[in-house]
């Protein structure tokens, strides 16, 4: 079966002035299958997030290639980058980036304007979704009326209304509280049981971790697999 993603020997350097380039990735190969929920664990400065935004077409690897459902993505332009990202993925993260201005029907439904959809079906979608994510009573506040944990499940709808592929999610919990943070990695687990939905979750949270199907961890610009490799958080 063609993975929904693959790293293939992915590198990646930070030059930074005339001091040494940072190696931050170090051959990283890594095939994502579809309906696949996927935790990737790893101290802070690893380069979880570095990993996450190159298999989401955010950022370019130095050496490797990146394949997006067996298109290999390295030679793409970034306008045909942005097309896949924006057809293929969804996307959330530690700060939930909402538009203050908006409503939270407003912020699920910008995204699917944008692609092109009529106004009143946008919203009719952005409903559904936010229902999904149980804010149904919540459609007509703005980020700043709800709680942080609303507010995540607000982006989590938002990365989901237009049926995404893949699901990256960079800490997604980091700032919540620890019942907030489990409750939201359930809504994960049941989008992913229920739609088949392919995930892939950063997390330093062990426990968050042990809950996804998948673990592997990050260190050292390398991973290594295995549930039983899991160490209490270092952040
Ligand atoms: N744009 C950048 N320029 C230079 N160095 C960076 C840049 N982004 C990340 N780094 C460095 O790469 C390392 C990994 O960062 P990151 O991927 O954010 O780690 P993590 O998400 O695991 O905490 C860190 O040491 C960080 O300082
Ligand atoms: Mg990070």
């Not at 995540?152 to 919540?176: C, F, K, M, S």
């Amino acid at each position: 079966m063609t993975p929904v993603v693959e790293a293939r020997e992915v590198y990646k350097s930070y030059i930074k002035d005339s001091s040494p380039p940072i190696e931050v990735l170090r051959g990283i190969s890594l095939k994502v299958q579809q309906g696949e929920f996927l935790a990737i664990m790893g101290p802070s400065g690893a380069g979880k997030s570095t990993l996450l935004h190159i298999m989401g077409l955010i950022d370019r690897p130095t050496r490797g290639e990146v394949a997006l459902k067996g298109k290999e993505t390295n030679s793409m332009g970034d306008e045909e980058r942005a097309y896949l990202r924006n057809r293929l993925l969804g996307f959330v993260f530690q700060a939930h980036y909402l538009l203050p201005e908006f409503t939270a029907l407003e912020n699920v439904a910008i995204p699917l304007i944008i692609r092109g959809e009529k106004g009143t079906r946008a919203l009719n979608e952005a409903a559904q979704v936010l229902e999904k994510v149980g804010l149904e009573t919540r459609l007509h506040h703005k980020p700043g009326e709800l709680s942080g944990g609303e507010q995540q499940r607000v982006a989590i709808a938002r990365a989901l209304v237009h049926n995404p592929a893949l699901l990256l999610a960079d800490e997604p919990t980091g700032n919540l509280d620890r019942e907030r943070g489990i409750q939201l990695m359930e809504l994960l687990l049941s989008l992913h049981r229920e739609k088949g939905m392919t995930v892939i979750l950063v997390t330093h949270d062990p426990l968050l971790a042990s809950m996804a199907q998948r673990v592997i961890k990050l260190v050292d610009g390398r991973l290594s697999s295995g549930k039983e490799s899991l160490s209490p958080s270092r952040a």
